[in-house]
């Protein structure tokens, strides 16, 4: 077991960068976790952890399977150096970022695409929904929050380790999608029909949108039906993670 005591060390430093700027997490394709549940969770994701780091006054569970982790004890000053939640529980977890790659996109047959939406929260959420609903994939495009900023990390509760999560242009992908037969659902008003008048037996591709703006028009232009959720009172309109959970749930049980 290795042991860091200073603030100053350079894989500290690292720590730190990966926590707080994307372009550490972009250049290193690497993130932090931190808390027991998050852990615990890149645990069970075989090579995805690159390090266990744990505060000294932390124990890890017992019944977590270690075997050939490893491990680096940290000091107070180092945890809360690298600590992004307020009340830290001093465990963490230096990870690796999952790659996919073309051999495992054809396979993908219900997919979220996310366009623009800025809010880690939302992003996270709309992850672990996509997870629950036992979609195939994730697909964030252009201007959307990063999937590992720590913030979505947290919303996303362990489904960024269970769920391919991967950045890429949405127009390509609705045509890669649409010319292996899978049918695009936009989400607008223009044009709409409500979402549980869209027939779907099975496969769907469903493309959500930045929260003030929606979906792209060029981008909802090619999607094969445009769906809308009835409001029923006075509210203008729904969260955008909350109305993509509605909608991953009507189509999904198909």
Same mark, same amino acid.
């Not at 495009?141 to 979505?152: E, M």
């Not at 037969?181 to 979402?195: E, F, M, S």
């Given at each position: 077991?290795? @042991?860091?005591?200073?603030?100053?060390?350079?894989?500290?430093?690292? &720590? +730190? /960068?990966?926590? %707080?700027?994307?372009?550490?997490? =972009?250049?290193?394709?690497?993130?932090?976790?931190?808390?027991?549940?998050?852990?615990?969770?890149?645990?069970?994701?075989?090579?995805?952890?690159?390090?266990?780091?744990?505060?000294?006054?932390?124990?890890?569970?017992?019944?977590?399977?270690?075997?050939?982790?490893?491990?680096?004890?940290?000091?107070?000053?180092?945890?809360?150096?690298?600590?992004?939640?307020?009340?830290?529980?001093?465990?963490?977890?230096?990870? @690796?970022?999952?790659?996919?790659?073309?051999?495992?996109?054809?396979? &993908? +047959? /219900?997919?979220? %695409?996310?366009?623009?939406?800025? =809010?880690?929260?939302?992003?996270?959420?709309?992850?672990?929904?996509?997870?629950?609903?036992?979609?195939?994939?994730?697909?964030?495009?252009?201007?959307?929050?990063?999937?590992?900023?720590?913030?979505?990390?947290?919303?996303?509760?362990?489904?960024?380790?269970?769920?391919?999560?991967?950045?890429?242009?949405?127009?390509?992908?609705?045509?890669?999608?649409?010319?292996?037969?899978?049918?695009?659902?936009?989400?607008?008003?223009?044009?709409?029909?409500?979402?549980?008048?869209?027939?779907?037996?099975?496969?769907?591709? %469903?493309?959500?949108?930045?929260?003030?703006?929606?979906?792209?028009?060029?981008?909802?232009?090619?999607?094969?039906?445009?769906?809308?959720?009835?409001?029923?009172?006075?509210?203008?309109?729904?969260?955008?993670?909350?109305?993509?959970?509605?909608?991953?749930?009507?189509?999904?049980?198909?």
């Amino acid at each position: 077991m290795k @042991r860091i005591e200073s603030v100053q060390n350079s894989l500290v430093k690292h &720590w +730190k /960068k990966l926590v %707080l700027t994307r372009k550490e997490r =972009d250049t290193s394709g690497e993130f932090v976790v931190e808390g027991f549940h998050l852990v615990e969770e890149a645990l069970k994701n075989n090579g995805a952890i690159l390090a266990l780091i744990v505060r000294d006054d932390v124990e890890i569970p017992s019944d977590w399977n270690i075997e050939g982790v490893h491990i680096v004890e940290v000091n107070n000053a180092v945890a809360k150096e690298i600590a992004e939640t307020e009340r830290s529980q001093g465990i963490f977890a230096h990870c @690796r970022q999952p790659v996919h790659g073309e051999e495992q996109y054809a396979s &993908w +047959k /219900k997919v979220l %695409l996310i366009d623009s939406v800025q =809010d880690p929260g939302n992003v996270g959420t709309m992850i672990r929904t996509a997870d629950a609903a036992g979609m195939a994939a994730v697909i964030l495009g252009k201007g959307t929050a990063d999937p590992y900023n720590p913030k979505t990390v947290r919303a996303g509760q362990g489904s960024h380790f269970n769920i391919p999560v991967v950045r890429g242009e949405l127009t390509e992908w609705v045509e890669r999608l649409k010319t292996n037969g899978i049918p695009v659902l936009g989400t607008g008003l223009q044009n709409a029909v409500t979402h549980t008048e869209a027939d779907i037996q099975s496969d769907f591709a %469903l493309i959500v949108g930045n929260e003030g703006s929606g979906v792209n028009p060029e981008l909802l232009s090619l999607a094969d039906k445009t769906v809308m959720i009835p409001l029923y009172g006075k509210a203008e309109s729904l969260n955008v993670a909350v109305a993509t959970g509605i909608l991953l749930y009507t189509y999904s049980k198909n």
